[in-house]
């Protein structure tokens, strides 16, 4: 169950700094996927590590000095070679944190745009609301995010509400905590930009609850996307609808098959009628016909062989790590 909250914790956050830093039998380690990120990743780092055990870096395939700045501020640095994607980045963080035995993992971006003394909001959330996922919402806070970003971001957030009834009010938050629970449970498959909207449509089957706390985020002057956004939008409607396709494949596969199998019987019917009249085939009639039986005919097998699939692997358990 995901649950959203948009007041502040009563909780008192001095006291919940002082417990990301000093109980022992909880482990907070912040993870920061980061891309040529040399002017801003010291200043995430420091700041994270005032309240977290471990800092987690993966460099996704940078072109400046972002591992080195990082190495020499002593987290632990994770590189890859080439670029492989938000996503792809994330399953390291997450990897490497439960190989450090964390208790709690915070992801936030390399690019300065959260601020690290917001850690302890998020964590609070986790540590005394004993929810398993703690989500640092930019529109319950202060945020100067640009129009386009923000008119973007909702076109995001309505679409992932609707894939999965997911009530969070920023759905493409990067700025996270998640508790060992949901650590252990948290699987995902995309590599790209959607891993965050996939991220909160699993964790609603797995029965992971969500709550949304306000944080700052800053725009003005820093460069806070490798992508454009219009990049940026159709590579999460992208995981989207890879995901809601594997979950529901009758619904995203089978009724366009329907109805597209549907559309090609009409143009077949029509091109009878004219041959029968004129005696002359509409030779761009039946193409259209061919074409959308055939798409239809294979969009409706797919969609009952996945659908088969699916039913077969809900009747087992769950995977972990």
Do not use: W
């Not at 003394?117 to 398993?132: F, G, K, W, Y």
């Not at 386009?148 to 969070?168: C, E, H, I, Q």
């Amino acid at each position: 169950m995901l649950e959203s909250a948009k007041g502040d914790s009563s909780t008192n956050l001095q006291m919940v700094k002082l417990l990301c830093k000093r109980r022992p039998d909880v482990k907070v380690v912040a993870a920061i996927p980061a891309l040529n990120e040399e002017r801003s990743i010291a200043k995430v780092i420091i700041g994270a590590l005032r309240y977290a055990h471990k800092v987690i870096v993966v460099d996704d395939g940078s072109q400046d000095m972002t591992a080195e700045i990082a190495e020499r501020l002593g987290a632990f640095v994770i590189r890859h070679e080439r670029n492989m994607g938000k996503g792809a980045a994330l399953k390291d963080c997450f990897e490497a944190a439960r190989q450090m035995g964390a208790g709690i993992l915070v992801t936030l971006d390399g690019d300065g745009q959260h601020d690290p003394d917001d850690i302890p909001r998020l964590v609070d959330a986790v540590m005394q609301n004993d929810v398993d996922i703690a989500i640092g919402s930019r529109f319950l806070g202060n945020t100067d995010m640009p129009s386009y970003r923000r008119f973007g971001n909702k076109a995001l957030d309505f679409m992932t509400r609707r894939a999965g009834s997911v009530p969070v009010s920023d759905t493409q938050s990067g700025f996270r905590a998640y508790s060992k629970k949901a650590l252990k449970k948290t699987l995902f498959a995309t590599n790209g930009m959607g891993v965050d909207s996939e991220i909160l449509l699993r964790a609603k089957t797995m029965g992971l609850t969500a709550h949304e706390v306000p944080i700052s985020c800053q725009y003005a002057g820093r460069e806070t996307s490798t992508y454009n956004p219009l990049s940026h939008t159709f590579r999460v409607i992208s995981a989207i609808v890879s995901y809601m396709g594997g979950r529901r494949p009758l619904l995203f596969f089978g009724l366009p098959g329907i109805a597209t199998t549907i559309i090609g019987t009409t143009f077949m019917v029509e091109a009878f009628q004219i041959f029968m009249v004129e005696r002359s085939l509409p030779i761009g009639i039946m193409l259209v016909s061919m074409i959308s039986l055939v798409t239809g005919v294979m969009l409706s097998v797919a969609a009952v062989i996945l659908h088969v699939i699916v039913s077969k692997l809900e009747e087992f358990p769950p995977m972990t790590r």
